[in-house]
């Protein structure tokens, strides 16, 4: 699933493309269900004639702030990626969405599992305001992580998963971040000492700045995989110090990385060097 850098680099590379000033003519949805909030038909009436003004992100959602202040918030789940080219004259093969602007091209969404989701909404603060802070905004301190953390009985990991902590963070940098604070994914949440939440704040930064940097993480080369748009690959898997690296050496001390599961979730650890 793609996480903050990963949609970082998809806004960055929509603001390349030069959308922002573009209109949206004409809309089709070709699965109903990638439209969460309303029917085809109502997304398509509102969605047809409105302008692009930014393309933004919060969290793991992809914004497009439109004409009045809407809002089409897309979330990417598993699959989702966008496409940007000629208008298809009929639907291809796992495309599910597509936006024909005003100058010929179309934005198309494409989605092998069908998870992610588009929300189109006239006044958006109810549905943003729920998340947790943004780690690389300058508010975000080693103190308001602590805040975060505070009198929290969870396990450290599945508590950075929840995005109403920290936002935008997701399984590949939360198990990087832990292994660079020398933090296990297993200890509880308020045991951490104040050195060690200072680690932690400057390991998650860190993370996703790198992260961010190689234009985010594509494992392997099936349909699962990350792709920002028109299908460019991330270049951070060859980065990653612990993430999908079981039995390989650790970098940091040449035991063997391994693989165990902490809430639900596949984690990778260092036994040595994360206690
Ligand atoms: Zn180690």
């Not at 390989?248 to 990385?257: A, D, L, S, V, Y």
């Amino acid at each position: 699933m793609p996480e903050l850098p990963e949609v970082q680099t998809i806004v960055n590379d929509l603001n390349a493309a030069d959308l922002v000033g573009h209109t949206i003519l004409r809309a089709g949805v070709y699965w109903p269900r990638t439209i969460a909030n309303q029917s085809p038909q109502a997304f398509c009436r509102q969605l047809e004639g409105q302008t692009i003004n930014a393309i933004g992100r919060r969290a793991k959602l992809i914004l497009f702030e439109l004409t009045d202040g809407w809002l089409l918030a897309v979330h990417l789940r598993m699959t989702g990626r966008f496409e940007l080219g000629a208008a298809a004259q009929s639907p291809q093969k796992h495309m599910h969405v597509q936006m024909e602007l005003d100058d010929g091209r179309a934005l198309q969404y494409f989605d092998t599992r069908k998870f992610g989701r588009f929300t189109l909404v006239a006044d958006p603060r109810s549905m943003l305001e729920s998340f947790g802070p943004e780690p690389l905004s300058a508010a975000f301190t080693a103190k308001v992580l602590a805040r975060q953390l505070m009198g929290r009985h969870r396990q450290i990991k599945p508590l950075l998963l929840d995005q109403s902590v920290i936002a935008g963070l997701g399984n590949i940098y939360v198990d990087e971040a832990l292994w660079a604070a020398r933090i296990h994914p297993e200890r509880s949440a308020n045991h951490l000492e104040s050195d060690e939440i200072k680690a932690l704040h400057k390991a998650i930064r860190q993370v996703l700045k790198e992260g961010l940097r190689h234009n985010g993480t594509t494992l392997g080369h099936g349909q699962s995989n990350f792709y920002s748009l028109n299908q460019s690959r991330g270049r951070n898997e060859h980065h990653l110090k612990v993430f999908r690296r079981t039995g390989q050496p650790c970098p940091e001390c040449g035991r063997p990385i391994v693989r165990i599961i902490v809430g639900q979730r596949s984690t990778h650890v260092c036994r040595h060097c994360q206690r």
